[in-house]
C-alpha cells in the first residue's frame, strides 16, 4: 500500500498524486465513486466501481439461472415468444 501526507483544502478539495492518478488511468481526470465506510474514505475508478459489482452479484446469483447477462436476454426473448 502506497500513502502519502495529503492535505483538505477549507473548500473540500483533494488532490491526488500524480503517480497515483497514473496509476488508475486517471492522469487527465475523470469521475471517481467516493465512499465512506467504517470511518475511511475510499476512493475507486467507474471500471473498479462495475468489476466489484459484477463480482458480487456473481457471488450472490452463481448457479441461478438466468443470473448472467446471456441467461437474461434468453429469458427475455422466450417471454417475448410467448407473448
Known amino acids: 500500500m502506497n500513502a502519502i501526507l495529503g492535505r483538505v483544502s477549507d ?3 483533494l488532490s491526488l498524486p500524480s503517480t ?3 496509476t488508475l488511468g486517471l492522469e487527465h481526470g475523470g469521475d471517481v465513486v467516493v ?3 467504517d470511518g475511511a474514505i475510499h476512493v ?3 471500471d473498479q466501481t ?4 459484477r463480482a458480487l452479484t ?6 441461478q439461472p ?11 426473448k422466450r417471454e417475448a415468444q410467448n407473448d
Open 11 to 13: 473548500s473540500g478539495r
Open 44 to 46: 475507486r475508478t467507474l
Open 66 to 76: 438466468g443470473s448472467d447477462v446471456d441467461g437474461f436476454l434468453a429469458e427475455r
Open 20 to 22: 497515483f492518478r497514473k
Open 50 to 53: 462495475v468489476q466489484r459489482s
Open 58 to 63: 456473481q457471488r450472490l446469483l452463481a448457479n
Open 35 to 37: 465512499e465512506m465506510s
